[in-house]
């Protein structure tokens, strides 16, 4: 679903922005982009031995949230590509969530 009178901030975008990107004024494609780079940087942070913070974890929270009701959205116009997209960041997000269970049982044995 899209507003008429919101264009992506990215420069040089020019798409519509949906409804439930408003806040962030940033297409889908954009959205999942910093997302995707969010949580690598989450993964690595985590690899390298820092502790996922607060802030991060609930972030993380909110894009399962997202992720699973812009795909139940029946209005949402998205294409092949966007939904493979969201479901890969759902899955992201489960497989940082997985290493963070074993490696937080590991560390307790």
């Not at 008429?4 to 040089?12: A, E, S």
């Amino acid at each position: 679903m899209t507003t008429h009178n919101r264009i992506c901030q990215t420069p040089g975008c020019g798409v519509e922005v949906p409804v439930v990107l408003e806040i962030e004024g940033l297409c889908l494609n954009h959205y999942l982009e910093g997302a995707f780079q969010r949580l690598a940087v989450a993964t690595q942070d985590f690899q390298n031995g820092r502790d996922l913070d607060y802030y991060t974890m609930e972030w993380l929270l909110a894009q399962v949230d997202f992720a699973v009701e812009s795909l139940a959205e029946e209005y949402a116009n998205w294409d092949a590509d966007q939904r493979s997209k969201l479901l890969e960041l759902l899955l992201g997000v489960a497989n940082l969530n997985e290493y963070v269970r074993h490696e937080t049982v590991m560390a307790r044995h």
